[in-house]
């Protein structure tokens, strides 16, 4: 199985900052890879589809970046709604696994 | 536009069985992968299970092989779980998505809470 290392576990930040969250895989998966945001008690949504495709609807603050085994995301400023838990998840292989997780919470 | 709903959630025995259902609608259900994806209380996401458009390809995690069996009735535009000989550790909220074009999931349900516990 491919594993999904996301760094960090948390993060505090100010609205404003930029933030930049990573995820690394334990082989190269190219640019299968999406990047998730989940709110307590909701179903997560997709933000960026193959590595650093911005999904249609969400804010432009929001960047992907990375092939192979490492990748980023990153909120070039943070809103007080971009406060959640972030995924990544790799789709290369079966079984898709996701990282961790981020969360994000405000300084 | 794209919904995902889920039903059959609850509270059941170790050992028990429970249906999940998922109800899609706002796409050509037929023409799309689905999967299973679930979430213990206060931990990550774990993959479940992907079931193909037509249903004659199908996964499992590890932790579920031989308990678990998805399946779909295009006709009814739906997607099912069937889970069997629970176990505390399937304590979960489980989504059902669709599997985009590129292969990872691009729209999701909001899931129903499965509570395995005596």
């Known amino acids: 199985d491919i594993q999904m290392t996301q760094s960090p576990s948390s993060l505090s930040a100010s609205v404003g900052d930029r933030v930049t969250i990573t995820c690394r895989a334990s082989?190269?998966?190219?640019?299968?890879l999406g990047w998730y945001q989940q709110k307590p008690g909701k179903a997560p949504k997709r933000l960026i589809y193959?590595?650093?495709s911005l999904q249609s609807g969400v804010p432009s603050r929001f960047s992907g970046s990375g092939s192979g085994t490492e990748f980023t995301l990153t909120i070039s400023s943070l809103q007080p709604e971009d406060f959640a838990t972030y995924y990544c998840?790799?789709?290369?292989?079966?079984?898709?696994?996701f990282g961790q997780g981020t969360k994000v919470e405000i300084k | 536009q794209v919904q995902l709903v889920e039903s059959g959630g609850g509270l059941v025995k170790p050992g028990g069985s429970l249906r999940l259902s998922c109800a899609a609608s706002?796409?050509?259900?037929?023409?799309?992968?689905m999967s299973w994806i679930r979430q213990a209380p206060g931990k990550g996401l774990e993959w479940v299970s992907y079931?193909?458009?037509?249903?004659?390809?199908?996964y499992y995690a590890d932790s579920v092989k031989g308990r678990f069996t998805i399946s779909r009735d295009n006709a009814k535009n739906s997607l099912y779980l069937q889970m069997n000989s629970l176990r505390a550790e399937d304590t979960a909220v489980y989504y059902c998505?669709?599997?985009?074009?590129?292969?990872?999931?691009?729209?999701w349900g909001q899931g129903t809470l499965v509570t395995v516990s005596s």
């Open positions: 706002g796409f050509t259900f037929s023409d799309y992968y």
């Open positions: 079931i193909s458009s037509s249903g004659s390809t199908i």
């Open positions: 998840l790799q789709h290369n292989s079966y079984p898709q696994t």
């Open positions: 082989q190269g998966i190219r640019n299968d």
């Open positions: 193959a590595a650093s």
């Open positions: 998505a669709r599997v985009g074009p590129r292969g990872d999931f691009d729209y």
